[in-house]
């Protein structure tokens, strides 16, 4: 298993190979390193302290000194700032400034901000005298989810680096390196928009597997509309009915994707189901439904009860399925 659950992934990014190059040439003062995702983010800036200490020609072995002691926390020049991503304030950002000027022993100092985004204006603008003029040997790296909240100053003064979305197939096989099933891997790469960190969450929750299967289940179900008394009470008292609607869009989707061309979904474990609902759907009705379950979710938001936002999300399916029958 790898020291990171995402080195695999990690290594393989273009922000990662930007680093990388930016390092042979010389690494700047200040990156702001852009994801919503902020496990990702996390395991970035483990991956570039180990590839700029790494006795290993800079290649986040894992397993030379230098790359245990960033493992470990334990190199004197790497610094983590606000870890457990609380607010930072201008008080957090003098802490920090003043050891940057002290000369570091390896010639080379980085300060990780965690959720850099967090600063206030005051912290911000404590911080963009350094990272207008940072002391040689310098760099600092910014974490940042929400790119609105960082000063223009701010962004102008570091290179911005975007850490992609990853493909359900890179995903998936990083779930399965994980030691996830294929099941839960699947349902995780299929519902995490792309985000690791947010797929192994799902990964490791039993209930959001019980989410999917339940949301399939009661496509699978709903034939008439003396159904819809027995299924709507079991999904308004979901934990997350948003989760389940996320999961009927994703099977929706599938549906239309199996009817299309018979192509890559997302919920290859539950292909054989998929493929009977394509059978009793037309894709008018399905993007019909794709559009009744955003109302649905907007009917919540803004507090209509659920059991009757249930109610008519299941009464409006069975309609268009009538309504717009498969030829
Ligand atoms: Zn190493």
């Given at each position: ?42 395991e970035f800036f483990t991956l570039i ?279």
């Amino acid at each position: 298993m790898s020291a990171l659950a995402f080195e695999t992934a990690l290594k393989g990014t273009q922000a990662y190979k930007f680093i990388l190059s930016d390092l042979k040439m010389g690494l700047g003062h200040a990156y702001a390193v852009i994801s919503s995702d902020d496990d990702i983010v996390d395991e970035f800036f483990t991956l570039i302290a180990a590839s700029v200490y790494c006795e290993n020609d800079n290649s986040a072995c894992f397993t030379c000194a230098e790359c245990r002691k960033i493992l470990h926390g334990n190199n004197a020049d790497v610094f983590h700032i606000n870890e457990n991503r609380d607010k930072i304030k201008v008080d957090d950002v003098s802490k920090m400034l003043s050891s940057v000027y002290i000369k570091s022993l390896s010639g080379r100092k980085l300060y990780f901000i965690h959720r850099a985004d967090l600063m206030n204006v005051q912290a911000q603008n404590k911080l963009l005298k350094t990272l207008e003029e940072p002391p040689e040997g310098v760099t600092i790296f910014l974490g940042v989810a929400n790119e609105s909240a960082m000063l223009d100053t701010i962004k102008s003064r570091s290179r911005s680096i975007h850490l992609d979305l990853f493909d359900e197939e890179t995903i998936y096989k990083t779930m399965l390196s994980l030691g996830y099933d294929e099941n839960m891997s699947t349902v995780a790469a299929a519902c995490c928009e792309g985000m690791l960190g947010k797929a192994r969450k799902i990964a490791a929750s039993p209930e959001y597997a019980a989410t999917f299967n339940s949301a399939l289940e009661t496509l699978v179900s709903l034939g008439r509309s003396s159904d819809i008394v027995r299924l709507d009470g079991m999904i308004a008292n979901q934990k997350n009915i948003g989760e389940f609607l996320d999961a009927l869009s994703i099977i929706i989707r599938d549906i239309l994707v199996v009817q299309k061309d018979g192509g890559m979904i997302l919920s290859k474990h539950a292909y054989g189901k998929i493929a009977s609902l394509a059978e009793s759907y037309s894709p008018l009705a399905l993007a019909k439904i794709l559009g009744i379950i955003n109302d649905t979710r907007r009917q919540l938001s803004l507090n209509v009860n659920a059991l009757s936002a249930v109610d008519n999300l299941l009464f409006s399916i069975l309609e268009v399925r009538h309504k717009c029958p498969k030829s």
